[in-house]
């Protein structure tokens, strides 16, 4: 499997497959953060995410949760995440679970009707949990109601 620039992931993903679909970070401008400094975002190619699911598949006998990496892959929109979840479930049809970081934007930008869409398809958790480390953090700098009703919407899910 191809991996491009440095990866990071949360402590309860340790054990989780990893797949690569974007490098850096589309936003990474965030003052406290240097994360993907050292390279270019770029979308990962479904040829290639075919490739490295190929792969994989040789080297996980069993991966019921993925993570999606780079630093904000639910930057893609909500078609490309539909494929990349069909291109998973074909290799990896045990897989029930799939995770990835998000940040408020990311979410914002989509509609509701794509949001549930995709919740359908398996794709959870991770939004969630990156969301309210954002949410403490901003509320401490004093945040935008915007922010606020975000964090509402994100309880509801
Ligand atoms: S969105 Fe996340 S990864 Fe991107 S710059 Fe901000 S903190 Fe870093």
Redesign the pocket.
């Known amino acids: 499997m191809q991996f491009e620039g440095t990866t990071?992931r949360p402590p309860v993903e340790a054990d989780t497959m990893l797949l690569q679909v974007t490098v850096g970070?589309?936003?990474?401008?965030?003052t406290?953060?240097?994360?993907?400094d050292d390279v270019i975002f770029r979308i990962i190619t479904p040829d290639q995410i075919e490739q490295d699911l190929i792969e994989a598949r040789q080297n996980f006998p069993e991966a019921k949760r993925i993570f999606l990496v780079?630093?904000?892959a639910f930057v893609l929109s909500a078609n490309r995440q539909k494929k990349i979840t069909q291109q998973i479930a074909e290799y990896f049809p045990e897989c029930k679970t799939i995770t990835m970081?998000a940040?408020i934007q990311n979410i914002i930008s989509k509609s509701d009707d794509d949001l549930k869409e995709l919740k359908k398809w398996l794709l959870k958790f991770m939004v969630l949990m990156?969301l309210i480390i954002?949410m403490k953090l901003l509320q401490r700098l004093s945040v935008s109601k915007l922010i606020l009703n975000c964090q509402n919407w994100v309880y509801a899910w």
């Open positions: 990071y970070c589309a936003h990474n401008r965030c406290y953060c240097n994360m993907y780079n630093g904000d970081y940040s990156v954002q």
